[in-house]
């Protein structure tokens, strides 16, 4: 595991100015607020920050899982998302499930996004994770980090 991968954990906490945050938070914080990562990568970031003990879920909210204060973050510090290749990301978790979080990162709500990717499954005749695809990115979403997964997903069945 890289030190970057803390120095981003320990920046999104202090950003908050607090100990715990929701996982929207942490997501758009560096998405959007820092302006690191579009949305996939961030979740991969979380994904690989939980795999490592950095961040830890406690009743629905994020905490970190070090100290803090113990933490020098480089002045001007910017993660490079390389960081992320070496990094352990947890696969457990089926594509479908990732792209229901990722859209409820997106602000869509998830009765809702379920409900339009069952619209164009039935109507297309394709997989749920193409119809969620399709959702994702007429909602101006980057799908291409989720592309390869599916292809073969699909191909496999």
Request: contains cysteine; negative net charge.
């Given at each position: 595991?890289?030190?970057?991968?803390?120095?981003?954990?320990?920046?999104?906490?202090?950003?908050?100015?607090?100990?715990?945050m929701?996982?929207k938070e942490?997501?758009?914080?560096?998405?959007?607020?820092?302006?690191?990562?579009?949305?996939?990568?961030?979740?991969?970031?979380?994904?690989?920050?939980?795999?490592n003990?950095?961040?830890?879920?406690?009743?629905?909210?994020?905490?970190?899982?070090?100290?803090?204060s113990?933490v020098?973050?480089?002045?001007?510090?910017h993660?490079?998302?390389?960081?992320?290749?070496?990094?352990?990301?947890?696969?457990?978790?089926?594509?479908?499930?990732?792209?229901v979080?990722?859209a409820?990162?997106?602000?869509?709500?998830k009765?809702?996004?379920?409900?339009?990717?069952?619209?164009?499954?039935?109507?297309m005749?394709?997989?749920?994770?193409?119809?969620?695809?399709?959702?994702?990115?007429?909602?101006?979403?980057?799908?291409?980090?989720?592309?390869?997964?599916?292809?073969?997903?699909?191909?496999?069945?």
């Amino acid at each position: 595991m890289s030190d970057d991968l803390r120095y981003a954990v320990a920046m999104l906490f202090r950003q908050r100015g607090r100990r715990t945050m929701t996982e929207k938070e942490f997501l758009f914080g560096a998405s959007i607020d820092l302006h690191w990562f579009p949305y996939p990568v961030a979740q991969k970031m979380l994904d690989s920050a939980k795999v490592n003990g950095l961040v830890l879920e406690d009743d629905g909210n994020l905490k970190p899982g070090f100290d803090l204060s113990a933490v020098d973050v480089p002045v001007g510090f910017h993660p490079d998302k390389d960081m992320l290749k070496s990094a352990t990301v947890r696969k457990e978790e089926g594509l479908f499930p990732r792209l229901v979080a990722h859209a409820e990162c997106m602000g869509i709500k998830k009765r809702d996004f379920i409900s339009q990717c069952n619209r164009i499954q039935d109507h297309m005749d394709v997989d749920i994770e193409v119809a969620s695809l399709l959702v994702l990115q007429d909602r101006g979403a980057d799908t291409l980090p989720y592309l390869e997964e599916a292809e073969r997903l699909v191909r496999d069945r």
